[in-house]
């Protein structure tokens, strides 16, 4: 029987993950097809519901549902559970179990681009899923300082204590002010940034926009947009021109539907031929 992979949220426009996870069933010959159902946030129980019938896999989730769509799971694996979102389930015989594989994702890109956390101090701009996310992974390897910015303060500082609890208290974490970063004092002693925003992601209300100028990032630090669409972000047209090292999203997007892609199928993800689909679909006008 052909089974298949949803990808679960609202809007879908933007999304390559088609594309490639599609590229990785087919290279195995696995008679899967991976499908793009958009939902909305009152169709995201019956969604769910849907997915324990033995056609399914599984599937990926994305904005906005990562973090609602635990309550309708059965059980967690345990970075899910510790940072409270999902963005991969699996069906086991009709049981639903959520993972989280955008913190290794994000880990596994850093560590490839020469990032060492230990010790590192980071700014965090946002406080919604993703930030979640990278902020448990980096607090869970040992960074020693956070500064998390948002839109809404407020998120900000709730997501600082929650991720200095994380911590064991071991790191500093604070609520930061966005208008102090624009003037650049935020960022004087920092290693990382990281824009765990959707600020000029394509199709968005915010395409083209950029979460900083030049003029703010120093040019000793490692600035990373969790945006991969496009690969280059307003934010790092500008970290390149301030001379600071850049990594996109692209690698986090593959490396997490790789890690996906096996918890689904048990076999290992193709990443190079993922890779190179997904830039093909980004450079045909995704
Ligand atoms: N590369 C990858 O593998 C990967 C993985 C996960 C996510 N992402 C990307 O990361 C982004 C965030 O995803 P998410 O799941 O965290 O979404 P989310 O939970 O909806 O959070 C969105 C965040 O963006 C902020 N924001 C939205 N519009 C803004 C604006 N105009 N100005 C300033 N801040 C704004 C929100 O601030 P408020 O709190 O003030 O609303 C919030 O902090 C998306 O673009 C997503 O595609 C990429």
Redesign the pocket.
Known sequence: MSKTVFLIGYPLK?SVSSVFQQAAFDHHRLDVCYQNRETAGAELEAAVQGLRQPSVLGCNV???H??KIVAFLDELDGPAAGIG?V?SIVNRGGRLVGFNT?AG??LRALREAGFDCRGASAVL?????????VGFALVREGAGRLIVA???PR?AEDLAAWLRGQSGHRAEVVGGD?EGLRSGEALRDCHLLV?????G?KH???EG?G?LDAHAIPGGVLVCD???NPEETPLLRQARKAGAAVLG??P??V??GAASFELWTGREAPVDIMFRKAREALASGA
Request: hydrophobic share 40%.
């Open positions: 933007h994305t904005i906005p990562k973090e979102a963005n955008d994702g994000f701009l946002g406080a919604g899923g993703a930030a979640r996310a948002n839109r809404t998120r966005w824009n765990c925003t959707s600020l992601m968005g209300a915010t926009e979460a969790l945006v991969y999203g692209l986090m997007l490396y997490q």
